[in-house]
């Protein structure tokens, strides 16, 4: 029986207890363990959000659906349950609409919630109050999209919502809840009956003993192997067998942006620094939780070193993924977990070791590309360029592996992910797949409350204007974030001039000489301006000791950066001559 079970006596009737939409959907996330909600209230689940508080849910409140959207989805990614994001009808569903499929692509576990306007008058097109179809929009956009219209349906629902966001290959799910469910009142002990405790949501998919005997075979057959770990394998929680697997293999490992971590960027066997060598010259390829996508150069050209061909192993929980971009000569579909299990049960004393000259190749690359950037860590000049900043947070990470690191921008990302070394599993979070500006301030806001962590938001000027005005959330929740905001008074650059002259501005700079610290200070944070390492270093050990949501403006030369950070060849080019 809910707690919150209503008495209503109608005359003449024996007393019976009931219960409603709101009190079911709050016992129905209760039941399966779902304690946070991330959203922004208002009709019509502004009601819901206080009694989803007021019953012991933490309710984090945004400025921006966006935001909370992003915040569920890292929430989902850290915690392998699912991250609930709970919005308003039409144009907050709209908001959050964009995280939930950023979350689909990343294969985050995430339900999206939204109330819904009068299904009749909806559907009618009758223009009701934020009337839209969301449900039919949602659908082509996530993984699953469902909607309840009884509340005796309401623990079916979240239940599915639930399964569907964290079974197979994770990804985001959209529940549409109509205003009229919430009100909805039903006889509360068939309520409680109706609730589903979803058993076992997200079951082991164990590989089949020949397609493991396959990929070991040709693993064992590499002269030059590597192997790749990508974000599902972070996503996993199978950091020691991973790390057995690579250790015990002796093979060169080279981590994706959010696998950093997994193993120590410092490891011996991280390839990280010879990425361009090792992707040219291994002859095997092992990917674990990796995707072929543009990330990868979908597997092929010039980076792989073609006409030279490879052979790719993968190992993906999602059979589709095999072949979509090249032959994988030895598929392996379960979960990463699983998977790596089984490899491991077939390595033993008698496996090779990793042939020597591949091994010291890799190393070589490797430390001539790590002394080569050595020095440019180490510029203490004022204005700030990348690397004499990047440096100095590399240090800051070093002596605190347990922050997290968020990070966003292009030269301010690109250079990050190289410079910053990550120690543990899942201690760096950014823009995914899709390299998406705004996710900064919902990450790090999730990852402050999910994991207790200090968080270290790194962040371009431009990336952190998409959701710079959840600072005052920080403020408001006393999250222990730090945003550190490489200010180059652009996008790419602050340099850029209209080339038609006339007074606007030209489209990548902002105004110059920002100060973006007297934000945080508006909210009652603690502000700083930086303009050398040395006191970058300083004003980010204080907010890291403290604890106190900080927000540094740090001063980079608005000409240090390049187009589109390391990604400029991605941008068409007119084939006119340039005006
Ligand atoms: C949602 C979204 N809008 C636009 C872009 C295009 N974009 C890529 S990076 C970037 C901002 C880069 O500037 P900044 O964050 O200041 O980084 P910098 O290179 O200056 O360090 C933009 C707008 C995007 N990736 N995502
Ligand atoms: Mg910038």
Redesign the pocket.
């Known amino acids: 029986m809910s707690d919150a079970a209503v008495q209503l006596k109608p005359a003449g009737e024996a007393e019976r207890e009931m219960t409603d939409g709101f009190h079911l959907i709050i016992d129905a996330l209760k039941l399966n363990e779902i304690n946070t909600i991330y959203g922004v209230p208002g009709i019509p689940i502004t009601d819901f959000g206080r009694m989803a508080q007021a019953a012991g849910i933490r309710v984090v409140s945004f400025r921006h659906e966006q935001n909370a959207g992003n915040a569920a989805a890292i929430a989902g990614f850290l915690t392998k349950k699912p991250g609930i994001c709970l919005t308003v009808s039409a144009p907050g569903f709209l908001n959050g609409l964009?995280a939930l499929a950023n979350a689909t692509t990343n294969c985050f576990p995430m339900i999206l919630i939204s109330g819904s306007s009068e299904r009749e008058i909806v559907d009618l097109q009758q223009g009701d109050y934020e009337e839209m179809d969301q449900l039919a929009i949602a659908k082509p956009l996530c993984k699953a999209a469902f909607r309840v219209l009884h509340a005796a349906d309401i623990g079916i629902g979240v239940a599915r919502a639930i399964r569907a966001a964290v079974s197979g290959r994770p990804g985001g799910v959209y529940l549409d809840l109509p205003a009229k469910l919430f009100g909805q009142v039903i006889d509360a002990e068939a309520g409680a009956k109706s609730l589903v405790k979803v058993i076992d949501p997200a079951p082991a998919q164990i590989p089949g003993p020949a397609a493991v005997k396959r990929a070991l075979d040709v693993l064992k057959s590499a002269k030059r192997p590597l192997i790749i770990l990508g974000k599902g394998a972070a996503y996993a929680q199978a950091d020691d067998d991973i790390r057995a697997l690579v250790e015990k293999t002796g093979i060169p490992f080279l981590p994706m942006s959010m696998a950093k971590g997994l193993l120590p960027d410092t490891h011996p066997q991280c390839a990280g620094a010879a990425r361009s060598t090792v992707l040219k010259d291994s002859d095997v390829v092992m990917m674990i939780g990796a995707r072929l996508n543009w990330l990868l150069s979908h597997g092929k050209g010039k980076s792989w070193g073609e006409p030279h061909s490879k052979k790719f192993i993968q190992i993906d929980i999602e059979p589709k993924e095999m072949d979509s971009n090249v032959e994988i000569v030895a598929p392996v579909v379960g979960d990463i977990g699983s998977c790596v299990q089984a490899l491991l049960s077939g390595i033993d004393s008698k496996w090779p070791a990793a042939p020597a000259d591949w091994v010291n190749a890799v190393k070589a690359k490797k430390d001539e590309n790590i002394a080569k950037m050595a020095p440019r860590l180490m510029k203490n000049t004022a204005p700030m360029d990348?690397h004499g900043a990047l440096g100095a947070l590399r240090t800051v990470i070093k002596e605190r592996p347990d922050t997290i690191l968020v990070n966003?921008?292009?030269?301010?990302?690109?250079?990050a992910r190289g410079v910053i070394d990550i120690y543990k599993p899942r201690r760096r979070l950014d823009?995914g797949t899709?390299?998406?500006?705004?996710i900064g301030m919902g990450f790090a806001i999730a990852a402050a409350i999910e994991t207790g962590t200090p968080v270290l938001a790194v962040?371009?000027?431009?990336?952190?204007?998409?959701s710079g005005m959840e600072v005052e959330t920080i403020c408001r929740y006393g999250l222990p974030v730090c945003v550190v905001i490489?200010?180059?008074?652009?996008?790419?650059?602050?340099t850029d001039s209209n080339a038609a002259g006339g007074s606007d501005p030209a489209t990548?700079v902002?105004v110059k000489g920002s100060r973006y610290d007297k934000m945080m200070e508006a909210f009652g944070g603690v502000g700083a301006n930086v303009t050398t390492p040395d006191e970058l270093k300083r004003a980010v050990d204080a907010a890291l000791d403290s604890g106190k949501p900080t927000l540094i403006n740090a001063v980079?030369d608005p000409a240090a950066?390049?187009e589109?950070?390391r990604i400029g060849n991605l941008n068409p080019q007119s084939v006119l001559r340039k005006k």
Do not use: C, K, Q
């Open positions: 964009t990348f966003e921008g292009a030269n301010t990302l690109d250079l823009v899709w390299g998406v500006m705004g962040e371009g000027d431009s990336a952190f204007g998409f490489f200010n180059n008074n652009g996008i790419y650059r602050g990548t902002f980079i950066g390049s589109s950070g």
